[in-house]
T-cell receptor
């Protein structure tokens, strides 16, 4: 079964605006990762945040993690039309557990020029 | 990170036939994962392929339907057998890299008619 639940399911914004996507999960994790998928192609790894981290930045991306609430958010600042894609969170079990990723349902982001 | 070459990128197949999808990795990896992404949905893990041992299948997926080969540490195949229209999906392979996330193949878009 799916671990993560993203919201919103779809988000449409204007170029230059910020986009925030949220992810919730159900069980303990080692880390949480965010991926981007363009037009049903392969996934691209964006950022990984470990369970002992609360916030991480990478370029225009900012990820937060609240393990007490079992939730994470992905913020894309100053969005561009090229950011149009589907975004998925994925969780990995604690050390000693499974190596597999469990994906959320995803958020479809549209950035209008 | 590893680079994965996945083939074919897309195919249209007749029901009742089988399709074999290949993934070639440019470095040796212990684990390889196979996912299915049904239209408009998130990724669901089919199985984990380890070199030198039988693949481990997730609930709802069986070896007779999705046989997997892993002859060495850089290559794997997934076969979708006796296809029906319900098998129309994107199929993706994935490998972990250095604790920083996972690399995905570019996906195989399968349509069964």
């Amino acid at each position: 079964s799916q671990q993560g639940e993203e919201d919103p399911q779809a988000l449409s914004i204007q170029e230059g605006e910020n986009a925030t996507m949220n992810c919730s999960y159900k069980t303990s994790i080692n880390n949480l990762q965010w991926y981007r998928q363009n037009s049903g192609r392969g996934l691209v790894h964006l950022i990984l945040i470990r369970s002992n981290e609360r916030e991480k930045h990478s370029g225009r991306l900012r990820v937060t993690l609240d393990t007490s609430k079992k939730s994470s958010s992905l913020l894309i600042t100053a969005s561009r039309a090229a950011d149009t894609a589907s975004y998925f969170c994925a969780t990995k079990a604690p050390l000693g557990g499974s190596e597999k990723l469990v994906f959320g349902k995803g958020t479809k982001l549209t950035v209008n020029p | 990170s590893a680079v994965i070459s996945q083939k074919p990128s897309r195919d249209i197949c007749q029901r009742g036939t089988s399709l074999t999808i290949q993934c070639q990795v440019d470095s040796q990896v212990t684990m390889m994962f196979w996912y299915r992404q049904q239209p408009g949905q998130s990724l669901t893990l089919i199985a984990t392929a380890n070199q030198g041992s039988e693949a481990t299948y997730e609930s709802g997926f069986v070896i007779d339907k999705f046989p997997i080969s892993r002859p060495n540490l850089t290559f794997s195949t997934l076969t979708v057998s006796n296809m029906s229209p319900e098998d129309s999906s994107i199929y993706l392979c994935s490998v972990p890299f250095s604790g920083h996330g996972y690399t995905f193949g570019s996906g195989t878009r399968l349509t069964v008619v």
